[in-house]
């Protein structure tokens, strides 16, 4: 007789689940095998689970003794299928009643205690996309799953806990809710700037890629990180997608964070693997994929590796990342925020009123065109800060209260609900940013405007692409004052954002 229990693989490729197959026979010597492309974790379990069994008093049965993990053809990795094996024996050994819609996951100790395993909330909400309705996971794993629900979770402490499942109560079985607590930790630590933070709240709300420039201390990076706080919570449906993401590679986020956009800041010395992602046994994703759903926020844009520079041509323009190699291939979605940064030149002071360059032409040229013109074409908003500043000044009349901040972020969601909305209404099914730029241009513009924009166009030689992107900008522009139709100085004020003037 074949006894059966479910797992699930840690491959992101992989999204079908594990069965384990055990077979139990009287003919030949006792044995036990474990076979089916396994890992050596997954061999050596066999020694954790006889352990387990002798260590809790449950006789290990002197049988032959084989078990599969189906399908065959995938490579099995990770210590969290021990647990799923045991029950497969213990259907066996003490006639345990479990349904194919359960699925165990665990790594088990010698003393038959059942351990905390890594991506478990990966594994959790990738079973719960298979359609399985009751999850058995480590009971120290718990705090790590409790923003997933409509789902079934069962912490357990030892294997024993496996013989008296159906008395164990499930841990979560309520649907969370999200908590929309609004944060203005960044922001508020920037003195005045009334503009500045109104350019970044446009680039927030219209999910416009924005590049500052400014001489070194004026605030750039204080800006990007600013960011943040505009940026609005997660859906349910995202935030289960961005945490998915982030268990998969190891990485645990905070109860207070589950529902926050993600923040990705890699450092210019960032290998091309480390921000597009690479492909080797284990598929893993760059930080254009972390970054999904928020920013990305690259400090020092000249000084990344070129290659990496133009890596993101694809991600910025596709929202979408595919890694492939000759077998396989694997996309991941990249619908996030730019917000770079550079100096004027390499030491920081080209042009500056009272401070000399010490670069030469030639070191001045090449810094710059380390940003190649289709990169350049793919960027929204180009903004200069000022680097002149007065703190009394600031302090008197300049200074953005606390509740014009809330009042800020406060529009910033609203514009993005506005555009949601519209994109839904239009485009029922699946759509993408070309046909929300189509939508803008049939709907949103006026005979008028449409001639304003070809003067433009000529006079600039703007790309078609950059005219999509101004004509978005000018419609975010415009929501932001409260119009649904883009008008004469939204435009301008969008043309000069871009760097047109």
Not at 419 to 427: A, C, D, G, L, R
Request: aromatic share 12%; hydrophobic share 35%; proline share 4%.
């Amino acid at each position: 007789m074949i006894f059966y229990s479910r797992s699930i693989s840690t491959n992101i490729e992989h999204e079908i689940p594990i069965i384990i197959e055990t077979s139990v026979s009287d003919r030949g010597l006792p044995t036990f095998d474990i076979f089916g492309l396994v890992s050596k974790s997954i061999g050596e379990s066999k020694k954790r689970i006889i352990s387990a069994f002798e260590s809790c008093g449950v006789p290990f049965p002197l049988k032959n003794i084989n078990v599969n993990l189906s399908p065959a053809e995938l490579v099995k990795e990770g210590a969290h299928f021990d647990l799923a094996i045991s029950v497969s024996i213990l259907r066996y050994t003490h006639n345990l009643e479990i349904k194919d819609s359960d699925l165990f996951l665990g790594e088990l100790s010698l003393d038959g205690t059942v351990r905390k395993v890594t991506n478990v909330a990966y594994l959790c909400l990738k079973a719960k996309e298979l359609g399985f309705k009751r999850l058995f996971i480590p009971f120290e794993n718990l705090s790590d799953v409790h923003f997933i629900s409509d789902i079934e979770i069962y912490g357990l402490n030892s294997l024993l806990d496996t013989l008296n499942i159906h008395k164990i109560s499930p841990y979560f079985s309520k649907k969370n809710t999200i908590i929309q607590n609004i944060s203005t930790s960044f922001i508020e630590k920037i003195i005045g700037n009334n503009y500045e933070k109104k350019v970044l709240a446009y680039s927030i709300a219209g999910m416009h890629n924005l590049h500052l420039e400014g001489f070194p201390g004026v605030g750039k990076s204080m800006l990007a990180r600013a960011s943040q706080d505009f940026m609005p919570k997660l859906s349910q449906k995202d935030a289960y997608e961005v945490n998915k993401l982030f268990s998969y590679i190891g990485i645990t986020r905070k109860s207070s964070e589950i529902f926050n956009r993600p923040f990705r800041n890699p450092h210019s010395s960032s290998s091309y693997s480390a921000i597009l992602g690479t492909y080797g046994n284990k598929i893993y994703p760059g930080e254009v994929a972390l970054a999904n759903k928020g920013i990305l926020f690259l400090d020092e844009f000249p000084e990344f590796n070129k290659l990496v520079i133009e890596g993101l041509r694809g991600p910025l323009e596709d929202k979408y990342i595919c890694i492939s190699r000759a077998k396989s291939r694997f996309n991941f979605s990249c619908d996030f925020v730019m917000i770079s940064t550079s100096n004027p030149c390499k030491c920081g002071f080209f042009n500056h009123p009272k401070i000399s360059c010490k670069c030469s032409p030639q070191e001045i040229l090449r810094y710059r065109n380390k940003i190649s013109g289709p990169i350049l074409d793919r960027i929204d908003i180009f903004y200069k800060l000022n680097s002149s500043f007065n703190l009394k000044s600031s302090l008197e009349s300049n200074n953005y209260s606390y509740e014009s901040n809330l009042d800020l972020i406060s529009k910033v969601k609203q514009v993005r609900d506005y555009i949601e909305n519209e994109k839904q209404s239009m485009f029922s099914c699946n759509y993408n940013q070309n046909s929300w730029n189509n939508f803008v241009v049939q709907n949103k513009v006026s005979n008028k405007l449409s001639n304003t924009i070809n003067i433009a166009q000529e006079k600039y030689s703007i790309s078609p692409r950059k005219i999509f992107k101004l004509i978005n900008l000018s419609f975010t522009i415009s929501l932001f004052n409260k119009k649904e139709s883009i008008d004469n100085e939204s435009f301008f004020e969008a043309l000069t954002l871009a760097n047109y003037n």
